[in-house]
């Protein structure tokens, strides 16, 4: 799949860092370094603007090694870029450490998996088809 992208960033675009990865990182687009305080959520801007062919969508994820050495996550993991939208990409960063998290021009801040989905209609009824399951949930099945 060839994927429409402008590249308004001083960063190389985004790329598999190996032959079977899933995500592409997503490097901070900055005019200066941000200093992302605990608790502290922002938007970093990547210089990024794609266009996705419809049934399709850009899931932004946490970086693993961010998220468990740093404490930086995507706070609304996954996000979601719709295949209409064509503004500049921004990811939403939250840092859940105790400690001040510098982010600089060219960081690794996110990854992005282009994802397909459906496009459903709903059909109204009065009742559900029965399933071994049914009803139960959160944690029903054990720990």
Do not use: C
């Not at 990409?89 to 939250?94: E, N, Q």
């Amino acid at each position: 799949m060839i994927v429409k992208i402008i590249n308004k960033s001083k960063n190389e675009l985004p790329k598999y860092e190996t032959l079977l990865s899933a995500g592409m990182d997503l490097r901070a687009n900055l005019e200066e370094p941000i200093l992302l305080k605990p608790f502290q959520r922002l938007v970093v801007k990547t210089g990024l603007f794609i266009s996705l062919q419809q049934g399709y969508e850009a899931q932004i994820r946490p970086r693993s090694g961010l998220a468990l050495k740093k404490g930086i996550t995507v706070l609304n993991s996954p996000g979601t870029i719709d295949a209409d939208y064509r503004g500049e990409i921004g990811v939403i960063l939250i840092n859940l450490s105790d400690s001040d998290f510098e982010i600089n021009t060219g960081d690794r801040i996110a990854q992005m998996i282009i994802a397909k989905h459906e496009t459903i209609e709903w059909e109204a009824v009065d009742k559900l088809d029965d399933s071994v399951r049914g009803d139960k949930g959160f944690g029903s099945t054990g720990v």
